[in-house]
């Protein structure tokens, strides 16, 4: 299907056509996508149009639809209140002992919101235009402006839920500045921001848990989604105390089960946090858009050794106050940075980047300090690394984040009361007071861009199989903005999902599917055979140790910057560690019980199949975007060169079978509000 004008409107770039293809051989060619739920005409009234359009359920006929919800995040907590309270029958699923526990509760930083508080310019038109430059022109445009249209309710929900935001001194509620703006709009409470949000949002879940409108099953993992007539109807559950094997049906299902960062095993991601959900999904026919787009965070607690499990994040808003330099001479990395004067500093943000400084994305700011440290300028205890000519090497990955400045200009109490609860959590993990002496930071995995192919109306191309939240891909192209993520999750779980689910369901309820269906069947035998397989290898191999070389590989091949030779090389990497694990992995216990063992072989099994695909979207995209940096293509100073009339397009890839290759249906992204450049932040 071609491309489609809008009426009345004007496009700034024309559709890409790929003339490189580096991932020859290793993908099929499929048909160009187009997402049929697209809205037309001027983008400031596009939403309010679409809602107006989707059909209507009336409460009679709410009480007879049963909705599936896969997460009890930001996005599936949120979606699940309120679709409860809108008096449909919910189901919501988490493998954690309590929707508490999701990992939205990590987001430490803030949420933005386009409400020009500080009267410094912003809007919501300002709030797009940073959100898509900051993706690097990879987003679309209209997911993106109903985003930020939809972000100033947020902040009004949530202060009626009693989220406490920071406020100042007059009781308005405050604002800081996060990387890749220069307007203050992100709201914060303290540096525990997704856990009050997402607090919030948990009393809403419960509430209609004690309403009777929603039913919470925790400590259950999907392993399998059910396709029934070609429509989602239901879910394979684990109960993971009892390990039965439980059938859920419905009407439709929504995944919002987050991001798959921990496919690099080292990553900010909570332990437990995996792509099974989105992946059972792709292996059923749902597209996987983008794998290979995954969020470099600036501020971690760098690496310190081959003993840790995770990595630490510290708060994006230490960029606020905190100046990050390193020693100008390398001799000086040795030494205590208190003793070394001013002159022998390089802030190298602010002299590369002057305009914004430490505040440039998250992806400019990564890249910057890897540079520093491969000049041999990192800090820190040194540490092995393998690279990519597969020798061991020693480096130091750090460099400082020094809140010296603001203390002076601030005094002690008042950074302590904006940045308390990050500064002891890096002291207790660290042993160092960094109020005293700098913090070391170092860029790691964190947030996916890539995930679940949607339309407009969060809807997958299996019809009734929706997602939401960092599940799916839509909004935040190659690189999210800092503060956006929880904005993304509320947005989809309280104002969008609401509204568009509505029109899917108007045409409700659907045919009975009883659990003897054979599709049905046929699923929960499938996740039978799959647990048996995984008990049965009975190899030398733990699941760990398979589960760490994949993230070396990635990290290798895959993370802040990628060559042809290195992806071909991860591919053929992990097609051998896929072999090893299916022929020599242990897994321990039986599954008639608690086996965490068990719970790790079946996500560990789906980051290899994710892997493979993330290195060859990675391969096919010949360009350098976002934090995705492509040796082979970059300005004469270094800086990522993006291909607009090649690369301009969403990757959405197709399941190709056991045995078969992906394949790629490309959808083009036509811009008609804003006009896509070469991003410059100096």
């Given amino acids: 299907m071609a491309f489609t004008v809008l009426p009345g409107l004007t496009e700034t770039n024309e559709p890409p056509v790929q003339k490189s293809d580096d991932a020859a ?71 954690q002992d309590s929707p508490r526990r999701a990992h939205s509760i990590a987001a430490q930083g803030g949420i933005n919101a386009a409400k020009n508080y500080k009267e410094d310019g912003d809007s919501i038109y300002r709030l797009f235009y940073d959100t898509v430059k900051g993706g690097d022109y990879r987003s679309r445009e209209s997911n993106v402006y109903r985003l930020a249209e939809v972000s100033a309710n947020i902040i009004d929900q949530c202060v009626a839920q009693g989220v406490p935001f920071a406020r100042e001194y007059g009781g308005l509620l405050d604002n800081r500045s996060f990387g890749g703006v220069q307007v203050s709009r992100t709201f914060y409470a303290r540096g525990q921001t997704g856990q ?61 089960t987050g991001g798959y960062g921990n496919v690099f095993f080292l990553s900010t991601n909570a332990m437990g946090s ?61 030494k205590d940075p208190r003793e070394i004067p001013d002159e022998d500093r390089d802030y190298f943000l602010e002299r590369i980047y002057p305009s914004f400084g430490n505040l440039v994305p998250r992806d400019i700011a990564s890249r910057a300090a890897k540079y520093m440290c491969d000049e041999g300028r990192g800090v820190g205890p040194e540490i092995e690394e393998t690279g990519p000519d597969g020798e061991k090497r020693l ?84 690189n999210r903005l800092g503060a956006s993520a929880l904005m993304q999750g509320l947005a989809d779980g309280y104002f969008v999902l609401p509204n568009t689910i509505r029109d899917y369901l108007a045409d409700g309820p659907f045919p009975a599917v009883d659990e003897s269906h054979p599709a049905v069947v046929e699923a929960k035998q499938a996740v039978q055979e799959r647990i048996d397989k995984l008990l049965s290898i009975n190899g030398t191999r733990t699941v760990d140790s398979i589960h760490k070389e994949l993230g070396a590989i990635m990290w290798e091949y895959c993370g802040m ?30 599954a008639d019980n608690i086996n965490q063992d068990l719970e790790k072989a079946g996500r560990v099994a789906d980051f290899i199949e994710l892997g493979e695909l993330m290195c060859i979207d990675a391969l096919n995209r010949r360009e350098s975007c976002g934090g995705h940096f492509r040796a ?14 090649e690369f301009a397009y969403v990757a959405a890839w197709e399941w190709g079978g056991e045995d078969g290759a992906p394949v790629l249906h490309k959808e083009d992204l036509i811009y008609t509000a804003i006009e896509m450049k070469q991003r410059s932040y100096k």
């Fill in 25 to 95: 051989g290793y993908y099929v060619l499929g048909e160009k996508l187009v997402d049929p739920k697209t809205p037309t005409g001027p983008i400031a009234t596009r939403w309010s149009n679409r809602k107006f359009e989707n059909r209507l359920v009336n409460p009679a006929n709410r009480r007879k639809l049963d909705v599936l919800i896969v997460g009890t995040g930001l996005a599936g907590g949120a979606a699940a209140a309120t679709l409860g309270e809108a008096g449909y029958n919910v189901k919501v699923f988490c493998y």
């Fill in 196 to 256: 009050q949000l997402l607090l919030g949002a948990y009393q809403a879940l419960e509430r209609q848990v004690a309403a009777g409108t929603v039913e919470q099953f925790t400590r259950h993992e999907m392993l399998e989604v059910v396709i029934v007539d070609g429509k989602a109807r239901g879910i394979i559950a684990r109960d993971m105390v009892t390990g039965e094997l439980e059938t859920h049906l419905a009407d439709v299902v929504v995944l919002a």
């Fill in 274 to 334: 995996n792509v099974t959900a989105t992946w059972r999904a792709h292996r059923k026919g749902a597209y996987m858009a983008n794998p290979c787009y995954t969020q470099i965070h600036p501020t971690c607690i760098p690496v310190t050794g081959a003993h840790q499990s995770k990595l630490t994040l510290m708060s994006e808003s230490l960029r606020n106050d905190g100046r990050i330099w390193v020693p100008k001479n390398a001799a000086d990395c040795d």
């Fill in 395 to 478: 480096v130091r990955r750090g460099v400082y984040l020094d809140l010296t400045d603001a203390i002076r200009r601030l005094g002690k109490d008042k950074v302590e009361e904006k940045y308390d609860n990050l500064l002891d959590m890096y002291e207790r993990i660290t042993g160092e007071n960094p109020y005293e002496v700098p913090m070391r930071i170092y860029p790691a995995v964190h947030y996916v861009m890539g995930g679940l192919w949607v339309d407009y109306e969060l809807q997958t191309n299996i019809p009734g199989l929706f997602c939401a939240g960092e599940a799916n891909f839509s909004d935040h192209g190659a």
């Fill in 561 to 590: 910057e990628r060559t042809e030779e290195g992806l071909k090389k991860a591919i053929g990497l992990i097609r051998e560690l896929k072999k090893e694990f299916w022929t020599n992995v242990r897994v321990l216990g039986s």
């Fill in 632 to 645: 082979e293509s970059q300005t004469e100073d270094g800086e990522a060169l993006r291909h607009d009339d």
